[in-house]
Each structure stands twice: as structure tokens, then as C-alpha cells.
């Protein structure tokens, strides 16, 4: 048995797209989830299924990363805004041609990240990305749109900053590294797309290793276009004086002054005051 979950609520996903990608998949059974949760749930009961796929965005992709097991093919068509997942595994963004690559059956296997013991596919962050990602999922969902997208997410990071008067003073405590203003955690590269440019935050990251850290010491209005700079560029993060950047790490321990937003693949997980970090190595098969 091979399966296709589909996230009705992505904005990418619609019951005609839904069908072109079933065709291009060939003889396999729909699922189409129902409520948060639910693409965990369908993952973990495919414990026999030849392959499993899922149709959505990158937050049912992480759903389905949190229930698949070790040995499970499984395939990740875009269906989301920014579907960071299938997109920095080298699928095309069209979903049916993603949907034609991964039925070809060739599998690798990658890591995955582990928060609070919450798994993540690409990214995690504590502080300003989870912040803006919390405001994002302020302006809700649709059937027809699904959340706001990239333009909405840069405008309300824009205004964090306009609210810091681009000033960011140390607000956490990496054990062993030193303390820094928030946290960006990668288990790939790019950490995240806008619209069609990677943002290469951790650009040294893979997928078949550790997990990298990215984490800004203090920021100060001089200091932002420099730091966007390195993100755009994917280089001079790693030997920058004010940033702390650590790869292929198994674990990475922080510790709030207070208590902070945490994300992981784009999906709050609301506040934390610590946050515990590890690298699954070799624990997804992936098909791409």
C-alpha cells in the first residue's frame, strides 16, 4: 500500500491539483486530513505502507516527520507558500513534477532536528523568526489561501525591528557557547526561502549531518544590513565577531532570560524558557 496525505487548507492545494498528483503517483490511497494533528496521526498508522506522501506545506510536512518511521520512504510534494522541505531537497516547486521524481522511488536518508521533543525537517529559532512567525498566524487561515505568505512574514519582522529601534540586546544562553540576542537552528541549507531567493542563514548546514547555530550576540541598527548581507550571500556569518556559529553540533542547550517564542519548520510552538536541541542522525528516508 502506498499512501497520499493531503493538507486541504494549503494555499497550493486545491481538489484539482490534488488529482493531477495522484495520477502522476500513480495507484495509491488518498487521506485528506481534517485538523491539526491529523497528518501525524495518518503517518504513524502507515507503519506497513510502501511509501507515504504527502501534498501540503511545510507545517504537514512536519507533522508527518513527527509520526513516519525510520524506514518509511516517504515523499514531500509542495502544496504550502514557501515549502522550504521538498524545495532545499532539490524538488521542483510544480507539484506534479515533484510528485513524478519522488514516484520514481530513489531514496537518501537525512537527519532530522528535535526541540522540546518536537522534530524538525529544516529550521528552528528562538526569539525573532518564531515572533514573526506567531504575529503571521495572527492573520489566520483560509480553504481558498491558507496563511499569510513571505511579503506578510518580512513586513512583520520589519516592524519588530521598527519596534526594537533595530536594537536587539542579549536575551538567551547557549551552554558552552555564549549568550546572544535569539537563536536560529538549521538542519539544512537555506534556512528558509523568500518567494524565490534562499536565505542561506546557516549556509555551511546539510541534511545528512548535525545541526548548525546561527545566533546573533547583539544587534544593533549598523549591524542589520551586514547580518541580511550574509544571509542573502550564504557567507562571513561564520567568522563574524558578533555572531556565534556552531556545525554539525548533537546537541545545542539554550536558556531564556525570559520567556520566548520558539518555531520549528515555520509552526509556533508557543514560549519557552529553555529549549533542548538534538540531532537524529540517519533517521528519515526521504524520497527525492
Given at each position: 500500500?502506498?499512501?497520499?496525505?493531503?493538507?486541504?487548507?494549503?494555499?497550493?492545494?486545491?481538489?484539482?491539483?490534488?488529482?493531477?498528483?495522484?495520477?502522476?503517483?500513480?495507484?495509491?490511497?488518498?487521506?485528506?486530513?481534517?485538523?491539526?494533528?491529523?497528518?501525524?496521526?495518518?503517518?504513524?498508522?502507515?507503519?506497513?505502507?510502501?511509501?507515504?506522501?504527502?501534498?501540503?506545506?511545510?507545517?504537514?510536512?512536519?507533522?508527518?516527520?513527527?509520526?513516519?518511521?525510520?524506514?518509511?520512504?516517504?515523499?514531500?510534494?509542495?502544496?504550502?507558500?514557501?515549502?522550504?522541505?521538498?524545495?532545499?531537497?532539490?524538488?521542483?516547486?510544480?507539484?506534479?513534477?515533484?510528485?513524478?521524481?519522488?514516484?520514481?522511488?530513489?531514496?537518501?536518508r537525512i537527519s532530522v532536528g528535535r526541540v522540546n521533543g518536537r522534530r524538525f525537517g529544516f529550521a528552528a529559532g528562538v526569539g525573532l523568526d518564531a515572533e514573526a512567525v506567531r504575529r503571521l498566524d495572527a492573520y489566520g487561515r483560509t480553504q481558498e489561501h491558507g496563511r499569510a505568505g513571505n511579503v506578510r512574514f518580512a513586513r512583520e519582522v520589519a516592524r519588530m525591528i521598527q519596534e526594537h529601534h533595530g536594537r536587539f540586546e542579549p536575551s538567551l544562553e547557549i551552554?558552552?557557547?555564549?549568550?546572544?540576542?535569539?537563536?536560529?537552528?538549521?538542519?539544512?541549507?537555506?534556512?528558509?526561502?523568500?518567494?524565490?531567493?534562499?536565505?542561506?542563514?546557516?549556509?555551511?548546514?546539510?541534511?545528512?549531518?548535525?545541526?548548525?547555530?546561527?545566533?546573533?550576540?547583539?544587534?544593533?541598527?549598523?549591524?542589520?544590513?551586514?547580518?541580511?548581507?550574509?544571509?542573502?550571500?550564504?557567507?562571513?556569518?561564520?567568522?563574524?565577531?558578533?555572531?556565534?556559529?556552531?556545525?554539525?553540533?548533537?546537541?545545542?542547550?539554550?536558556?531564556?532570560?525570559?520567556?520566548?517564542?520558539?518555531?520549528?519548520?515555520?509552526?509556533?510552538?508557543?514560549?519557552?524558557?529553555?529549549?533542548?536541541?538534538?540531532?537524529?542522525?540517519?533517521?528519515?528516508?526521504?524520497?527525492?
Amino acid at each position: 500500500m502506498r499512501l497520499l496525505i493531503v493538507n486541504p487548507y494549503a494555499s497550493g492545494v486545491s481538489d484539482e491539483v490534488a488529482e493531477r498528483v495522484r495520477r502522476a503517483l500513480g495507484d495509491v490511497e488518498v487521506e485528506r486530513t481534517t485538523q491539526p494533528g491529523h497528518a501525524t496521526e495518518l503517518a504513524r498508522a502507515a507503519g506497513d505502507a510502501e511509501a507515504v506522501y504527502v501534498f501540503s506545506g511545510d507545517g504537514g510536512f512536519n507533522e508527518v516527520l513527527n509520526g513516519i518511521g525510520p524506514d518509511t520512504p516517504v515523499g514531500f510534494i509542495p502544496g504550502g507558500g514557501a515549502n522550504v522541505l521538498p524545495r532545499a531537497l532539490g524538488l521542483s516547486r510544480d507539484p506534479v513534477a515533484a510528485a513524478e521524481r519522488v514516484a520514481a522511488g530513489r531514496t537518501k536518508r537525512i537527519s532530522v532536528g528535535r526541540v522540546n521533543g518536537r522534530r524538525f525537517g529544516f529550521a528552528a529559532g528562538v526569539g525573532l523568526d518564531a515572533e514573526a512567525v506567531r504575529r503571521l498566524d495572527a492573520y489566520g487561515r483560509t480553504q481558498e489561501h491558507g496563511r499569510a505568505g513571505n511579503v506578510r512574514f518580512a513586513r512583520e519582522v520589519a516592524r519588530m525591528i521598527q519596534e526594537h529601534h533595530g536594537r536587539f540586546e542579549p536575551s538567551l544562553e547557549i551552554l558552552g557557547q555564549g549568550r546572544a540576542a535569539f537563536a536560529f537552528i538549521a538542519n539544512g541549507d537555506p534556512y528558509t526561502y523568500a518567494g524565490r531567493i534562499p536565505l542561506r542563514v546557516a549556509p555551511e548546514a546539510r541534511f545528512e549531518l548535525g545541526l548548525d547555530l546561527v545566533a546573533p550576540r547583539v544587534v544593533s541598527p549598523a549591524s542589520i544590513p551586514r547580518l541580511l548581507t550574509y544571509a542573502l550571500r550564504g557567507r562571513g556569518q561564520g567568522t563574524a565577531g558578533d555572531v556565534l556559529y556552531a556545525h554539525d553540533l548533537d546537541r545545542i542547550e539554550i536558556v531564556c532570560d525570559h520567556a520566548m517564542a520558539l518555531q520549528v519548520d515555520g509552526e509556533d510552538l508557543g514560549d519557552v524558557t529553555s529549549a533542548l536541541f538534538e540531532a537524529e542522525r540517519n533517521a528519515l528516508l526521504v524520497l527525492n
